[in-house]
């Protein structure tokens, strides 16, 4: 689970460290850009929005800096308690790091999700840059009338165009960040891209080969985790992971016929964890049923969504 170093600075300079949390609306690129910058993917990405439901934590070393990514469920408004839940964690981390990246889609300029969030960033007196994705999308002129409105409305300590899926200008966002960073500690080692244990890590990669390959209300209904998680004597790591859904209905969708959809969903999960792990993996899925559960606090608690 490493990543690459990636600063040329110095080694006179002085180490610099600090968290910085990215915000924006469901399905602008958050998780992408996060997986980018860290050089490894632990954070899983669908075109289904409010992907991400933790705030996940990723850790890049450079030669002279830490920095700490808070890749923070998209805003929006809530239709159950998990979705509070989601929205609390995504404001929450506005508080606790040195600089906020807000994060939009210039393909689709600016809406009432971005006025929401700026209402919001203008409560904080921390650094916000505007970070402009998927800019292989659209053409100088339309990315430059899209700085414009944005400006208009926020005072951006910097504004940064940039491809999260092709990683254009994301080197140059790093070093900036840098710039805003503190001196201070190595907070965890270099080697290590997230502080989240193995097991969370594991069940979103489950979680998104389900989004991927399932549609209408199925994403939203499923959460994954894992029951079990051993090496065996010969190496191999072997995980019992559950699969909850909200209906008997949505259940046979996970399946599928003669557990065709199951299978193939454990055989893309397992590609992924293997490479994860760097281990040989035997993957044993289940699908069982917990009735609205997106709406029941105690049943949110036992699936670790809690708000601090």
């Given at each position: 689970?490493?990543?690459?170093a990636?600063s040329?600075?110095g080694s006179?300079?002085?180490?610099r460290?600090?968290?910085?949390g990215?915000?924006g609306?469901?399905?602008?690129g958050?998780?992408?850009?996060?997986?980018?910058?860290?050089?490894?993917?632990?954070a899983?990405?669908s075109d289904k929005?409010q992907?991400t439901?933790?705030?996940?934590?990723?850790?890049l070393?450079?030669d002279?800096?830490?920095i700490?990514?808070?890749?923070t469920?998209?805003?929006?408004k809530?239709n159950?308690?998990?979705?509070d839940?989601?929205v609390?964690?995504?404001e929450?981390?506005?508080?606790?790091v040195?600089a906020?990246?807000?994060l939009?889609?210039?393909?689709?300029?600016y809406?009432?999700?971005?006025?929401?969030?700026?209402?919001r960033l203008?409560?904080?007196k921390t650094?916000?840059?505007?970070i402009?994705n998927?800019i292989?999308?659209?053409d100088d002129?339309?990315?430059?009338?899209?700085?414009?409105?944005?400006?208009d409305?926020?005072?951006?300590?910097?504004i940064?165009?940039?491809?999260a899926?092709?990683?254009?200008n994301?080197e140059?966002?790093?070093?900036?960040i840098?710039?805003?960073?503190?001196?201070?500690?190595?907070?965890?080692?270099a080697d290590?891209?997230?502080?989240h244990?193995?097991?969370?890590?594991?069940?979103?990669m489950?979680?998104?080969?389900?989004?991927?390959?399932?549609?209408?209300?199925?994403?939203h209904s499923?959460?994954?985790t894992?029951e079990?998680?051993?090496?065996?004597?010969?190496?191999v790591?072997?995980?019992?992971?559950?699969?909850?859904?909200?209906r008997?209905s949505?259940k046979g969708?996970?399946?599928g016929?003669q557990g065709a959809?199951?299978k193939e969903?454990?055989?893309q999960?397992?590609?992924?964890?293997?490479?994860l792990?760097?281990?040989?993996?035997?993957?044993?899925l289940?699908?069982k049923?917990?009735?609205?559960?997106?709406?029941q606090d105690r049943?949110?608690?036992d699936l670790?969504f809690?708000?601090e």
């Amino acid at each position: 689970m490493a990543n690459a170093a990636g600063s040329k600075k110095g080694s006179e300079a002085k180490f610099r460290s600090g968290f910085v949390g990215i915000v924006g609306r469901p399905n602008v690129g958050k998780s992408t850009l996060m997986n980018r910058m860290i050089g490894q993917k632990i954070a899983i990405m669908s075109d289904k929005p409010q992907t991400t439901r933790n705030k996940i934590h990723g850790v890049l070393t450079r030669d002279n800096s830490q920095i700490v990514f808070l890749d923070t469920p998209g805003i929006h408004k809530p239709n159950s308690k998990l979705g509070d839940y989601m929205v609390k964690a995504a404001e929450g981390a506005l508080s606790e790091v040195e600089a906020i990246l807000f994060l939009v889609d210039v393909a689709e300029g600016y809406g009432g999700g971005d006025r929401f969030i700026i209402e919001r960033l203008k409560s904080v007196k921390t650094p916000v840059f505007l970070i402009l994705n998927k800019i292989d999308k659209i053409d100088d002129e339309k990315l430059m009338k899209t700085i414009i409105e944005y400006k208009d409305r926020y005072d951006f300590a910097e504004i940064i165009p940039i491809s999260a899926l092709q990683g254009s200008n994301v080197e140059r966002l790093l070093d900036q960040i840098d710039r805003y960073l503190p001196e201070g500690p190595q907070y965890y080692p270099a080697d290590q891209v997230t502080d989240h244990p193995e097991q969370f890590v594991c069940a979103e990669m489950i979680r998104e080969k389900i989004l991927q390959m399932t549609r209408e209300e199925i994403p939203h209904s499923i959460a994954v985790t894992i029951e079990s998680m051993k090496v065996q004597e010969n190496g191999v790591v072997h995980i019992g992971a559950v699969i909850f859904v909200e209906r008997d209905s949505q259940k046979g969708i996970i399946i599928g016929k003669q557990g065709a959809l199951l299978k193939e969903v454990g055989k893309q999960a397992r590609r992924d964890i293997e490479k994860l792990l760097g281990s040989k993996t035997f993957l044993e899925l289940w699908v069982k049923v917990k009735k609205d559960w997106r709406n029941q606090d105690r049943v949110l608690r036992d699936l670790g969504f809690r708000n601090e």
